[in-house]
C-alpha cells in the first residue's frame, strides 16, 4: 500500500480554523474551550453516523490507542494532549486501516511513513496542533483511497447541512467542493438542442438529445457549472458484427504516386443549412424525463458536489437527428452545440415538436468535458473549436487523429481486439438512431449514402492519409485550444494508442495554457478509482479552480506530467516534462543478434519469412497468445518471422521517455510489404498487470446515499514473467517517405524505412534486456496475407535509437 | 433468444379490467370511450417519461407499425382497430427489440412464438381485444427480461403515483406489488437486538446490529413485511489465507473403532445466559444510520416495491457482540433473533448502551428470509427453528448441512477453489469484529477460544462426522419447517455442492408446506437476472402470497421444480419433482473400458497410480487445467492416475435425474486410501457456460431512478468442448460403511465402496457417451500425498447405477 498525494493544499492555520469552522468541525468558540473538551469534540465529529454522547463514547470504545486502552477509556481522561502515536493509531482506525492486519503492534507512525501518509511532528499533539492534525486528517487518504472527510460525508457528515433557511451554497474544504447537495433529489430532464447542422437532409436543423442531472439547489436560485461527456453509446449501440471486414487478405501493391501533403489537406467549409425552428414561446420547465443514468462515476462524484452533469449521444443517437460521421466536423459541431446552448449562445426546445425554448437557466455557463475513449475524443475536438463556455477539458484514453486510431504509416492497423473494424463500422456502432425503427426508415437512404461515404473516405484499400482523414486529425486545429487541459492514457493502451496523447502533447507544450498529463501503466481503463493515487481529489481541485473560480492554485499544485512507474507498484512520478524533441537518443546498432552501441564492423543481410497466417487460422486466432509466442525467447513454431535483437542486460535502472526510433533497410520479394517493429523488456520480474485488480467491491461511496465506485490497483502479476511489449510500430513499404504518397517497391530491391514506435515511458531494470523484434504481418492489427514472403534486412544500414530520461 | 415466463397470471376479463383501472392504465369510463380514443389513449400511456400530448405522438412516430407506415401515421387515421400483425409489431418495439436485429421484415408474431412471448389471437385487435391485448402486454416481458410495466415503471410510470392525500398502500397488479413507493426517501437505520446469547462470555447478552432499509411510507401509518438476510459478510470481511491449511501431505491412516451414531449425535441443550438488559425507556425513533448498503439486488427490486429489507451480521460481526461459531447453534439463535425482534417477541435497543427500547412498530410481523451461500444457509438453519414471523424462506445455493461443504465419506472436501479452508478460517473470515481493534482486543481470549474449539471440533485430521458436525446438520431438524420454502441451487455449483439442496428437498418433500426448486445451470451465482426466466416475477408472486397475504395462488401457479436444460439453451422444464428416492436406476457394468448394462464375462483387475502431486506442484497448480487433463481422452501425463469406463454413444437423449452411485471393489497397497469417481459427458457440443455472461450491465433498472442490475444469460461457449463433468464424489477407503466409523484397511485387500456422487440433473444428448472416471487425489478438493500409492479395482464386483429421468 502507498498513496500519492499531490492535490493536497497545506494552507497557514487560520485557513484551517476558518474551512474548520465553516463545516462545522470546530465550534467557533474552540479557542476558549478547555483544551480536554476541544479534543474529545473533534473525535466526537468522527462518528457523523450516530445522534448522541454514549453512541459516540461506544464507538471511541471500539478504536484503540494504545495495546490496552480505547480512545474512549483515553478520553475520558480529560486529557490535554495526546501522544503522536496515540492519535495516529486512532486515525488510522478512523481511516479504515485495520491493525491486525495493516499496523501491527499499533505502530501507526512507521505505517503511515511508508504508506506515505502525512502527520503532524509535534509529539504530544495539543492546543493548536489538535487542530492542524484534525485538518490534516480529513484531509488525508483511507485504505479506500478516499479522504478522511468524503468517508465522513459517505457517513452522513453532511446530510441535512444546507437547510432549507440557508441560501444553497457551494462549501469548500482544501480547495475541494464538498457534498453538501441532496442527492436524493437531483433533478433529472431532457432538452433538445438545436444545432446548425442538418447532416440528415431532411430540411430541418438537427435537434440533439440532451440529458441533464442536476442539483435540486439549483431550482432555489443556485447556479451551478457543468461536467459535460459527449457520450455517442449512451443511448445504446448497434451490433458490429455483420459490418467488421475480412483482414485474411494479402496486401495489395499500390500505385506509385507523387502526393503531398497539400493535396490531401482539408478545408473547412461552413455547411449551408436550413432556417432555424421557429421559437413559439419560451418555459423554464422541462416535460421529458431521461431513460438512461449517467455513465461515469468521476461525474457521479461531482454532481453531489454541486456540478451539474450533462449527457448528449450526438447526431444519429437515439432520440436525436442527424447522422454519424465517426469523428467528423459534424461530430465536432454537434458536441459543441451542446455547450453553446448552456452558455447561452444557442436554441434548446423542451420537446422537438411544440418550438417552446428553454434556456440553461441553472447553468453558469461554465462547461468542463470529461470522458474516456471516444467521449474524451470528443472532448478534444471540441477543445480545437475555441467554443466559448468550455473551461476545461479532461479527456482520457482519447484519439487526438483518427488516423492513429485506424491506421499507421499507409497500412490498415486495427486497434487491439478490433480487428476489421473501420470508421464505418463504428457509424453502425454508435447509430442508435437504428434502434428506433419507424425514425430510421425515413433516413435510410441518408444513412446508406453516410455509409457509403464513410466506405470511399476511409479507403480500407491503400491505407493512406487523406482528406478524409485529415479532416479527422483534430491536432491540426490544437492552436485554437484557448483552454487549460488535462490528458490521461494508459501506456499500454493498445486500443487508442499512445500516439494519440503525445502528439497532442508535443501540440499543448507551447500553447500559453496550462496543461497536465497523467499517464497510467493501464490499458483502456479510468484511473479515478485507483488507490495509490488520489486523482479524484485533483480533479476536485481543477475543477473548482476552472468552473468556480476557487482560488486554490491548481495549476501550480498539480504536477505536470504524473507517469506510474511500470517496475514498481504504486508510485507515481512528477516530471517537468514528457517526450520532448529535444531529449537525446541513445543509438544503437545491430551485430548478429545483439543491439550495441558500437557501429557494426561489417555487412550482414539476415531474413525472415512471413507465413504465420495459414498457421495462426489453424489454431483458436487468439492474437494475443500469437504475439506472447513471437516475443518468447523459446524457439517455438512462428520464431522463423521475426528477428529478434537485444541489448546487454542493462547496468542499471533506464528509463525510456518518449518515442522509440527505427531505421530498418528492408528488402521484400513482392511488389507490397508491410513491417511490424516491436519494443520488448526482457527479464524475468512480476510485472503490473494493465488490468486493474478490484481491491473492494463498491468500497468507494461517492456521497450520502448516492453512487458507488469499486475501489482498485494496479498490481503485480502473481507469477513473473519473462517479457513484456514495450512498444510496436507498423509501416507501409511503400509509404516510407509519408502516409499519403506511394513509393515503387521492386522485389527484393533493399528501401530505408524510418519510423516511430508508439511513444511510452518505461522503467527498464537492471539486469532486464532490451529487444527489438522485426516481423512482417502483426495477426491482431494488420491484415494477415496467406501468401508468404520472405523479407531481408540489412543490419549494418538498421539501427535504435532510444531516448532515455535523465 | 427465448422467454420462460412462469410467473403471469391470466384473470378474466373483469379483473383485468379492475386491475388496470387502478393503475389508472385504463380511464374509468373506458367503456363510454370511441374505440380509437380508447386505442390512442392506452398507447399514449406507454410514453411515462414525456408530458404531453404532442411528445407522445412524436414518440409514436419513432414506432414501425407496417415497413412504411409509423404507429403516430396508424393513430391519426383514427382506427377503430388495429390488426394484429401491426399491434404485436409496436408492443415489440415498446419492449425493447430491434426491428433489424430481432424482428426482421417487421414481423412480430413469428418472432413471438420462436421467442415464447404470448400474444392475443383476435385479428384485427379491437373493443375488449385492445383491452386484453394492453394487460397482456403489461405483463409480458421485454428484451431486458423485464415484463412491460416495470419497464414503464422505471421510466416513470408510477412516479407521484401515492399523492400526498392518499393514504400510503401497495398496488398489486397481475398478482404482484408495484414500484409505487418513493425510494428517494427510503428510511435507512440500525437498531440492536438483544439476542438470548452470551457468545462472547462478557456477562452480557450479545447485541446484534441489524441495519434496516423501509419505505418512507411506513413513517405515514403504512406497516410493511420485511425481506431478511442474515449476512455474516455484511460489515466486511478478514483475509482468510494465514489461517488456510496446508494440503499438500499424504492421507493419515485412522485408528479402527466401531462408532455408531448415537455416539456423535448432538443434543441441544439451552445454554444459560446472563439476565436482559434493564429497559431505560422506549422511543419509536432510531438514532444511528447505517454505513453498509444492501448486497442483494432483488432485495432492492422488492425495496422499491413496498418490502422493507433488513441485513443483520449476527454474532462476532462488526458492531455485534459475540463470537462466531460457523453454522453452529448458537449462529441459528443469532440469526433467528432478528426475526423474533421484527415479529413483536424481542427487544431491541436504539443504540449498545442507554437501554431505550425500540419496536418494529412499521412491521407487520411477516418475514421472508433471502440470500445466498452462508446467506442461504442461514435462512435454512432459521426455517427448521419453526420461529414465529417467517413466512417464507428463499435460500439460494445453501448449506443444508456443514459436513456436505467441508468433507464428505470421512475425507476433508475443499469448496472448489477453496483449498485449506476449514471452518475455522471461515469463522476468521467472517469474524468483522476484529476490525474494531479495542472491541477485539477486549475479547481475544474468547476469540482464540472460539478458534481452538472449532479446530477440535472439525478434526480436520480424521474427516469423519462427529458430533460437531451433527450440531451443524440443520437436516436433522427439518421437521420444524413450518412454512412454504422455496430453493436455488446451481448445477454446477462445486462450492456448495448440491447434495445440500438434494438432501434438504428429500426432507421437505414430505412436509405439509409448499416447496419450490429451481436448479440452474450455474456455479455459484444468482438467477434473479437471467434474461431467460421470470425469476424475479416469481418471487413477486411468492412473496405477496406468502408476506400479505394476496390471494394470487402463488403455490398452484410457480411450477414445483424447475431445471435448466444443459443442452440446449434458455429452456428451463418444469417438472413434479427431482431426484425421487423411488426411480429406477439403470445399472452399468464393466467390462474392459466399457459401461454396459450386461454384466462382464470374466474377471478383470485394472491399476492406477496416484503419483501426480509431485507434477501438479511442479505447474502452475490450477486444479482446473489438471482437471481437464484428467477428463481428457487423449493421452497425457495424467492418464496413468485414472481408470476411464465409457458407454456407447447414446441411441437417443436421456435425462440423468438425481444421484448416481457407484459400487467400487479397489484395494490399495497402504493404509489408507481415498478415491474419487467422477461422471462426465464426452461428445464435441458447444456447452453452455457456468457463468452467465452480461448481455447488457447494469439493463435493469429496479425502479424509477433506483437501483440497476446487470441482464444476464447463461450462454453456450464460442468453441465446442469435447467433454463436461456431471458429478463427482469421493470417500475414504476406511469410511467405507459411514463417515463416523473406521474400518480397518489393509493394504492390496480388496473392500467394497458404495457411495454417491453429488446429485444433478442432466441432459445427454443423442451420440454422446457418459464416462465413469476413476481416481484417488482430487488436487483441487482432497489433501495431495506425496507419496505415491497403486490402487485396483476389480471391474466384476464393480457398477455404476444411473436414475434416468422417465
Redesign the interface.
Known amino acids: 500500500m502507498k498513496f500519492n498525494q499531490f492535490g493536497r493544499l497545506d494552507p497557514d492555520f487560520s485557513e484551517q480554523v476558518a474551512e474548520l469552522t465553516q463545516i462545522h468541525f470546530l465550534p467557533n468558540n474552540w479557542s476558549e474551550m478547555a483544551p480536554a473538551d476541544l479534543l474529545a469534540g473533534l473525535f466526537a465529529r468522527c462518528f457523523p ?4 454522547a ?2 459516540v ?2 464507538r471511541e ?4 490507542v494504545t ?6 477509556q483515553r478520553l475520558a481522561d480529560r486529557p490535554e494532549k495526546l501522544a503522536r502515536g496515540e492519535f495516529y493509531a486512532a486515525a488510522l ?1 478512523l481511516l479504515g486501516f ?4 495493516d499496523f501491527p503492534d ?1 505502530d501507526a507512525l512507521t505505517a503511515m511513513t511508508k504508506w506515505g501518509l502525512p502527520t503532524i511532528a509535534a509529539d504530544p499533539l495539543g492546543g493548536d496542533d489538535v487542530v492542524r492534525a484534525f485538518y490534516l486528517l480529513l484531509t488525508t487518504r483511507g485504505k479506500n483511497g478516499q479522504n478522511f472527510l468524503d468517508l465522513l460525508t ?3 457528515y453532511f ?1 441535512g447541512f444546507l437547510t432549507a433557511s440557508d441560501a444553497p451554497h457551494f462549501v469548500f474544504f482544501n480547495g475541494k467542493s464538498q457534498a453538501v447537495f441532496d442527492t ?3 433533478v ?1 430532464e ?1 432538452v433538445y438542442v438545436e444545432s446548425s447542422l442538418d447532416t440528415d437532409h431532411d430540411g430541418q436543423r438537427d435537434l440533439l438529445q440532451t440529458t441533464i442531472f442536476r442539483p435540486v439547489e439549483t431550482n432555489a436560485g443556485l447556479k451551478v457549472p457543468v461536467l459535460y461527456t459527449a457520450n455517442p453509446y449512451f443511448r445504446g449501440t ?2 458490429m458484427a455483420p459490418s467488421s471486414y475480412d483482414v485474411n487478405q494479402d496486401l495489395t501493391p499500390k500505385v506509385p504516386n507523387d502526393t503531398s501533403y497539400s493535396d490531401v489537406a482539408y478545408h473547412h467549409a461552413q455547411p449551408l443549412v436550413p432556417d432555424a425552428r421557429a421559437v413559439t414561446g419560451t418555459t423554464a420547465e422541462t ?5 438512461d ?1 449517467g455513465i461515469y462515476s468521476l461525474n457521479d462524484y461531482f454532481l453531489a458536489r454541486g456540478f451539474a452533469t450533462v449527457y448528449a449521444g450526438g447526431i444519429g443517437t437515439r432520440g436525436s437527428d442527424g447522422i454519424r460521421t465517426t469523428g467528423g466536423p459534424e461530430e465536432t459541431a454537434s458536441t459543441i452545440a451542446i455547450i453553446e446552448w448552456l452558455h447561452g449562445d444557442r436554441v434548446a426546445f423542451t ?4 418550438g417552446v425554448a428553454i434556456k440553461a437557466w441553472w447553468c453558469t455557463g461554465n462547461v468542463a468535458m470529461t470522458g474516456k475513449s471516444y467521449l474524451g475524443t470528443l472532448a478534444v475536438a471540441a477543445a480545437t473549436t475555441g467554443v466559448k463556455g468550455l473551461k476545461t477539458v479532461v479527456s482520457e484514453a482519447a484519439i487526438s487523429s483518427w488516423y492513429d486510431y485506424y491506421r499507421e504509416n499507409g497500412l490498415v492497423i486495427a486497434p487491439v481486439d478490433c480487428q476489421g473494424e473501420d470508421t464505418d463500422v463504428l457509424a453502425l456502432d454508435t447509430f442508435s438512431r ?8 425515413r433516413i435510410k437512404p441518408q444513412y446508406d449514402r453516410m455509409m457509403a461515404d464513410l466506405k470511399k473516405g476511409q479507403d480500407r484499400a491503400s491505407g493512406n492519409y487523406n482528406t478524409f482523414w485529415d479532416a479527422r486529425n483534430y491536432r491540426k486545429n490544437a492552436d485554437q485550444i484557448k483552454i487549460d487541459f488535462i490528458s490521461v492514457h494508459g501506456l499500454n493502451d493498445w486500443n487508442v494508442k499512445p500516439r494519440n496523447v503525445e502528439q497532442l502533447w508535443q501540440k499543448l507544450r507551447d500553447l500559453p495554457i496550462n496543461k497536465k498529463l497523467f499517464l497510467h501503466q493501464g490499458k483502456h481503463v479510468y484511473m479515478n478509482n485507483i488507490q495509490s493515487i488520489d486523482f479524484t481529489d485533483m480533479m476536485n481541485l481543477w475543477f473548482c479552480y476552472e468552473l468556480l473560480g476557487v482560488a486554490n492554485d491548481a495549476p501550480a499544485v498539480l504536477p505536470n506530467v504524473t507517469v506510474q512507474d511500470n517496475a514498481t507498484p504504486e508510485t507515481w512520478h512528477r516530471y517537468a516534462d514528457w517526450s520532448e524533441p529535444s531529449i537525446p537518443k541513445t543509438q544503437y546498432f545491430i551485430t548478429g543478434h545483439d543491439l550495441q552501441k558500437q557501429p557494426p564492423h561489417q555487412e550482414e543481410i539476415v531474413s525472415f519469412q512471413d507465413d504465420g497466417t495459414p498457421l495462426f487460422l489453424a489454431g ?1 486466432q487468439d492474437a494475443h497468445k500469437w504475439e506472447a509466442l513471437m516475443m518468447s525467447r523459446q524457439s517455438n513454431v512462428y520464431e522463423h518471422t521475426r528477428q529478434l535483437f537485444l541489448t546487454a542486460p542493462f547496468a542499471k535502472d533506464a528509463y525510456i521517455d518518449g518515442t522509440i526510433v527505427v531505421t530498418l533497410q528492408v528488402a521484400v520479394n513482392q511488389a507490397a510489404g508491410q513491417i511490424s517493429c516491436m519494443a520488448i523488456d526482457y527479464g524475468t520480474e512480476r510485472r503490473l498487470k494493465a488490468d486493474p485488480t478490484v481491491l473492494q467491491a ?1 468500497g468507494q ?1 461517492l456521497g450520502y ?1 448516492w453512487a ?1 465506485d469499486d475501489v482498485k490497483e494496479f498490481q503485480l502479476e502473481k ?1 513473473p514473467s519473462e517479457f513484456h511489449q514495450i512498444a510496436k510500430g507498423h509501416m507501409n513499404m511503400q509509404n516510407r517517405h509519408t502516409p499519403w504518397q506511394n513509393d515503387a517497391l521492386t522485389p527484393n530491391q533493399f528501401v530505408t524505412l524510418h519510423f516511430a514506435l508508439q511513444p511510452t515511458e518505461h522503467h527498464i531494470l537492471a539486469g532486464h534486456q532490451l529487444g527489438i523484434m522485426v516481423y512482417a504481418t502483426d495477426m491482431g492489427m494488420t491484415v494477415r496475407p496467406n501468401t508468404a514472403a520472405t523479407y531481408q534486412l540489412d543490419l549494418n544500414a538498421s539501427r535504435v535509437e532510444v531516448p532515455y530520461r535523465r
Chains 1, 2 share one sequence.
Not at 453516523?49 to 448522541?52: G, I, P, R
Not at 495495546?67 to 474512549?72: E, Q, V, W
Open positions: 453516523e450516530v445522534s448522541n454514549s453512541e463514547a461506544d470504545d471500539r478504536v484503540l495495546r490496552d486502552m480505547s480512545l474512549a482506525q485495520i491493525p491486525a492486519d499499533l459517505a457517513r452522513g446530510n436524493s433529489k437531483i433529472r431532457v448497434n451490433d416535460s421529458e424525463r431521461p431513460v443514468d420537446n422537438r415538436t411544440d437504428r434502434k428506433d425503427a419507424a425514425d430510421f426508415a483458436d463498491k461511496q446515499g458507488v507469477h
